[in-house]
C-alpha cells in the first residue's frame, strides 16, 4: 500500500498545473472543486497510509535515482513511517478545511486571480507534502524551499500593493537566510557521513559521542534553517508581516503547517539533536525566549491577524522549548492541536474580516457576538483551546511540554507558565474586544453585518470539534491516559529516548501540581481580561511600556538600524567609490589608453615610402643583431 | 677566390642597394637598387652552391650535392625578369598620370 505514497503529492501538483494553466478559462467553482477536491484526494490516501503504517508498514520508498555522482547517490525517496503519516493527516485535512473555506472568503477575486490563488494554494501543499515525505534531506530541502516559495508568492497575492510585496520580499529573504544554514549543514553532513538519506546519517551518528563538535555545528545549523521557517529569534519578523497575505493564507501557510517544518525537521533528526546537548540547550533558550517576546508583544496589538501571528510565534517557541528539552513527542503533539486551534483563529479572524469589509482594527469592531453566532462560539472555543484551559487540546501539549521543561530545569517552567498567562490573557483581550461589548464600528459596517455562508462556517465547526477533542489522543498517563501518539511515534523517537534518560521521572504529585498551577493562573488571567475588556476595551493611545510593547519592542527598527541601514551604505560606498572609481575606472581607462596609443602611432603612416623602408630595415637589421648576439 | 671575398661583394652590393632605396627618390634608382640587393643574394647563393658542392666532390666525385642552389638562380632570374616587366610598367603608368618620377609624389595616396 505504502507504494501510492507518490500519490499524495501528485494529486496537488496536479491541482497545480491544471488551475495555473486553465487559470483563464476555468470559472470560479470549477477551479474551486478542482483546487479542494485534488486535496481531498491527496487526504484520502493519507488516512489510507496512515491505517498501513498503524497496521506495521513503515519504511522507506524509493522512486528514482535524483543524484548519481561518484560515490554519492541520492535516490528520490519517500519516507512513509509514523511520523511523515500524522504530519501527512495533518497537512492535508487541515489544508483541505481551508481550501473550502478559500472558495467562500476570495469569491470577490476576478475568474483569473481566483484560479491563480487556489494554483499557489495547491502548489504549496504539493512543496509541504514533499517535504515531510522526503526520504532524505534533500528531497526535504527542496520542499523546504518551495514552501518558501509559495509563501512569498502568497503573502504577495494582493501584488498591486507595495506594503504588501514588501512584507513578501522581508518574509523570502528572512526565509533565505535560514536556508542557507540548512543547505551548509547538508553539504556538512555529505562530506561527514557521505549521505543525506535519513537511515544513513542516523545510524552512522548513532555511533559518534555525545556533543561531538561536527554533530553540534551540524545541528545549529539546521537549527538555523528552522529558526528561519518556523520564526525563531531572531529570525522571526517576517512572520507578523506575513498577514498582508489572504486570511485563509495566514491560516494555512503561516499558521497550521509551513511554519511547523522547522519542528518536522528537528523531530525528524531527533538522534543528531540528543546527541548534542549544547544544540539542545540553544534551541531550549531560543524558544522560550520567542515565546515570552512574542507573547509581550502580542500583548497590545491592535490588528485581530497581528495579535494571532504573534500568538503563532509564541506557540512554535512553545514546541521548540519542548524539542529542546527533549520532549520529541511533546512538541509534535503541540505541532498538531496548534494546527487545529490556530487554523479556527485564523479563520475566524477571517470570517469576521469578511463581515466587517476588510476592517481588520479590533478597536473598531464589539459586540460582534449576537451577529455572528457561529464564528462567535467557534472562536471562543478557539481561545480557551489556546489559553490551556482543561480538557481542550491545547492543555494537554502545552503541559506535556511544560512539564518535560520542569523536568529539565525549573526557571523553564517558571518562564513558560509566565508565557502561558500572558496567552490566555491577550487571547481573551482580543476576544472580548471583538465579540463582547457594544458596537464601535461604522452604522453602514453594522448594517452589514452577517454571519459567513456555510463554506466557511462549516470547516470552522469541524476545526472547533477537533480542537476541542484533538487532545485526547495524548492523555497522559498522570491523569489516567494510555497517551496514545506517545506509543505511535515511539519507534522515530526510540533512539532517543535510550539516550535521553531522565534522570528523575516527575512524580504524580508534582505533575498534579504544576497542572494545577498554571491553569489556575490562565484562568485568572482569562477572566481578568474578560473582566476588563468586555465593557471599555483600550482604545487609548499607550504609553510607557505599552507603548514599547505596541512597537514590538522597535526590533524591526534595531534591524533595520543595524543591518538594513548599515548593508544600504555599504553597497552605496560600493556603488558610488569601488564601482564608479575602480571597475569603470580601470574599463574606462583602458578604452582612453588604446585610444592615446593609437593616435600617436598613426603617426608613423607618413605616406613617406622611404620613411616606411627605413623603418623596415632597422627593423631587420635589430632582428639580425638579435639573431647574432642574443 | 676565397669564399669570403664572394660574402664581401655580396655586402657591398646589398647595402649600395639599401642605401640607394633609402636615398634615392627616382623611382627608377629605386628600382634599380633593389635589383642590386636581389642579385647580391643571387651571387651568395651560387657561391654558397658552388663551395658546397666542391667539398661534396672532394670526398665523393660523383656526388651531386650543391647543385641544386644554382638551379635555383636560374628560377630567381625568371622572376625577377617578370618582375622588373611589372614595375617597369608601373613606373610608367605612374609616369603618364603625374609626369613625375618621384616617390613622394606618391603620398598622396594616404589621403
Redesign the interface.
Same mark, same amino acid.
Given at each position: 500500500m505504502s507504494k501510492l505514497v507518490y500519490l499524495v503529492p501528485l494529486f496537488p501538483l496536479a491541482g497545480f498545473l491544471i488551475n495555473g494553466l486553465a487559470r483563464k478559462r476555468l470559472s470560479k467553482s470549477l477551479t474551486g472543486i478542482i483546487g479542494s477536491g485534488v486535496i481531498l484526494a491527496s487526504f484520502i490516501v493519507s488516512i489510507v497510509l496512515f491505517y498501513d503504517v498503524k497496521a506495521g508498514h513503515s519504511g522507506a520508498v524509493s522512486l528514482f535515482d535524483f543524484i548519481n555522482t561518484g560515490t554519492l547517490k541520492i535516490p528520490f525517496a519517500f519516507q512513509v513511517d509514523q511520523l511523515s503519516s500524522v504530519f501527512l493527516l495533518i497537512i492535508t485535512g487541515v489544508g483541505f478545511l481551508i481550501h473550502l473555506y478559500s472558495t467562500a472568503y476570495m469569491h470577490e477575486e476576478s475568474n483569473e486571480h481566483f484560479a491563480r490563488y487556489f494554483a499557489y494554494l495547491n502548489l504549496f501543499v504539493f512543496s509541504m507534502l514533499l517535504l515531510v515525505l522526503g526520504g532524505n534531506y534533500l528531497i526535504m530541502f527542496i520542499g523546504w524551499e518551495g514552501v518558501g516559495l509559495c509563501s512569498y508568492l502568497l503573502i504577495g497575492y494582493w501584488f498591486k500593493n507595495n506594503d504588501y510585496t514588501n512584507a513578501a520580499k522581508k518574509a523570502f529573504i528572512m526565509n533565505r537566510i535560514g536556508d542557507f544554514g540548512f543547505l551548509l549543514a547538508a553539504f556538512w553532513m555529505i562530506q561527514q557521513f557521505g549521505s543525506l538519506t535519513f537511515a544513513d546519517v542516523f545510524s552512522k551518528a548513532d555511533g559518534m559521542k555525545s556533543n561531538d563538535m561536527v554533530l553540534v555545528g551540524i545541528t545549529l545549523l539546521l537549527f538555523l534553517g528552522a529558526a528561519g521557517k518556523s520564526a525563531q529569534i531572531p529570525l522571526y519578523t517576517w512572520l507578523p508581516d506575513a498577514m498582508a497575505g489572504p486570511t485563509p493564507v495566514s491560516a494555512l501557510i503561516h499558521a497550521a503547517t509551513m511554519v511547523t517544518a522547522g519542528i518536522y525537521m528537528i523531530a525528524r533528526s531527533n538522534i543528531l539533536y540528543t546527541l548534542a546537548p549544547t544544540t539542545q540547550g540553544v534551541v531550549a533558550a531560543i524558544g522560550l525566549a520567542t515565546a515570552i517576546l512574542a507573547a509581550t508583544i502580542a500583548l497590545k496589538q491592535n490588528d485581530i491577524k497581528k495579535v494571532l501571528a504573534y500568538s503563532t510565534v509564541s506557540q512554535l517557541g512553545y514546541m521548540f522549548l519542548g524539542l529542546g528539552v527533549g520532549a520529541y513527542t511533546g512538541a509534535v503533539f503541540h505541532v498538531m492541536t496548534h494546527a487545529f486551534f490556530k487554523a479556527l483563529l485564523f479563520l475566524g479572524a477571517g470570517s469576521v474580516i469578511h463581515a466587517m469589509h476588510h476592517e481588520q482594527d479590533i478597536r473598531n469592531m464589539g459586540g460582534l457576538k449576537k451577529h455572528l453566532p457561529v464564528t462567535h462560539w467557534t472562536f471562543l472555543i478557539g481561545c480557551i483551546a489556546i489559553a490551556g484551559i482543561p480538557p481542550l487540546s491545547g492543555f494537554f501539549s502545552k503541559d506535556e511540554i511544560l512539564a518535560a521543561a520542569f523536568s529539565k530545569n525549573a526557571v523553564y517552567w517558571v518562564v513558560g507558565v509566565l508565557g502561558a498567562i500572558m496567552t490566555a490573557f491577550y487571547m481573551f483581550r482580543l476576544y472580548a474586544t471583538t465579540f463582547l461589548g457594544k458596537f464601535r464600528g461604522t452604522h453602514e459596517q453594522e448594517h452589514h453585518l452577517h454571519e459567513s455562508p456555510a463554506a466557511m462556517t462549516i470547516p470552522l465547526i469541524v476545526l472547533a470539534i477537533l480542537s476541542a477533542v484533538a487532545g485526547f489522543v495524548g492523555v497522559p498517563a498522570v491523569l489516567g491516559g494510555s497517551h496514545h501518539l506517545e506509543h505511535f511515534l515511539a519507534p522515530i523517537f526510540a533512539g532517543s529516548v535510550k539516550k535521553l534518560q531522565h534522570a528523575h521521572h516527575l512524580d504524580h504529585n508534582t505533575e498534579y501540581m504544576l497542572m494545577g498551577a498554571s491553569v489556575a493562573l490562565a484562568a485568572i488571567a482569562i477572566l481578568y481580561a474578560v473582566s476588563r475588556f468586555s465593557k471599555k476595551p483600550d482604545l487609548d493611545e499607550a504609553t510607557g511600556l505599552g507603548k514599547v510593547l505596541e512597537n514590538k519592542w522597535y526590533v524591526d527598527e534595531l534591524y533595520n538600524n543595524i543591518i538594513v541601514k548599515p548593508l544600504r551604505n555599504l553597497s552605496a560606498f560600493f556603488n558610488n567609490v569601488f564601482e564608479k572609481m575602480g571597475v569603470d575606472g580601470a574599463v574606462n581607462g583602458v578604452g582612453k589608453l588604446v585610444n592615446y596609443g593609437s593616435r600617436q602611432l598613426r603617426l608613423l603612416?607618413?605616406?613617406? &615610402?622611404?620613411a616606411y623602408?627605413?623603418m623596415m &630595415?632597422v627593423a631587420a637589421l635589430i632582428l639580425f643583431i638579435i639573431q647574432l648576439f642574443v | 677566390m676565397t669564399i669570403q671575398h664572394y660574402i664581401f661583394l655580396s655586402v657591398a652590393l646589398f647595402s649600395i642597394g639599401i642605401i640607394g632605396v633609402l636615398t634615392r627618390r627616382n623611382l627608377i634608382i629605386i628600382f634599380m637598387c633593389v635589383e642590386l640587393m636581389l642579385n647580391s643574394v643571387n651571387l651568395l647563393l651560387v657561391a654558397f652552391s658552388k663551395m658546397h658542392h666542391l667539398a661534396a666532390t672532394a670526398a665523393d666525385a660523383a656526388s651531386k650535392a650543391g647543385t641544386d642552389g644554382q638551379l635555383f638562380v636560374f628560377f630567381i632570374m625568371v622572376v625577377a625578369a617578370a618582375e622588373v616587366s611589372v614595375g617597369l610598367a608601373i613606373i610608367v603608368m605612374m609616369y603618364r598620370n603625374t609626369h613625375s618620377v618621384d616617390v613622394n609624389f606618391l603620398n598622396r595616396l594616404k589621403h
Open positions: 603612416q607618413s605616406g613617406q &615610402v622611404a623602408i627605413l &630595415v | -
